[in-house]
């Protein structure tokens, strides 16, 4: 069974660009039959462990499990991690992806 235990060795990683948990290809259905048992109670220390890196972490790019997404409980600790990664976002630069400066209205 997937469960996210295995990431634990991204734990506070700050050279990591890219997580896809989605565990579907590219231009496949999010909609997977049964979801897969990865744990957001598991996985969700570790990405905040990762974004908690604020200027030091690397991390662009994160792509959650359909199943994650569903939830509408704002008191969830999925929705507080969201509101972590937002925030953690926000923060960051903005560059030109065709001079790599930074643009106005970043971190």
């Known amino acids: 069974n997937i469960t996210g235990v295995g990431l634990d060795?991204?734990?506070?990683?700050?050279?990591?660009?890219?997580?896809?948990?989605s565990l579907v290809g590219d231009h496949e259905?999010?909609?997977?039959?049964?979801e897969p048992p990865i744990?957001?109670?598991e996985v969700?220390?570790?990405?905040d462990?990762?974004?908690?890196?604020?200027?030091?972490c690397s991390l662009e790019?994160?792509?959650?499990?359909n199943e994650w997404r569903k939830e509408r409980n704002t008191e969830s600790d999925f929705h507080a991690f969201l509101t972590r990664y937002n925030d953690y976002l926000s923060r960051q630069a903005v560059v030109c992806l065709?001079?790599?400066?930074?643009?106005?209205g970043g971190g």
């Not at 462990?49 to 030091?56: K, Q, T």
């Open 39 to 41: 744990s957001c109670a």
């Open 9 to 21: 060795p991204l734990r506070g990683s700050t050279i990591i660009q890219h997580i896809d948990l």
């Open 61 to 65: 790019h994160l792509q959650l499990p």
């Open 49 to 56: 462990s990762i974004i908690e890196r604020g200027e030091d």
């Open 29 to 34: 259905s999010a909609k997977l039959d049964p």
């Open 98 to 104: 065709k001079c790599s400066c930074n643009l106005p």
């Open 44 to 47: 969700l220390p570790i990405l």
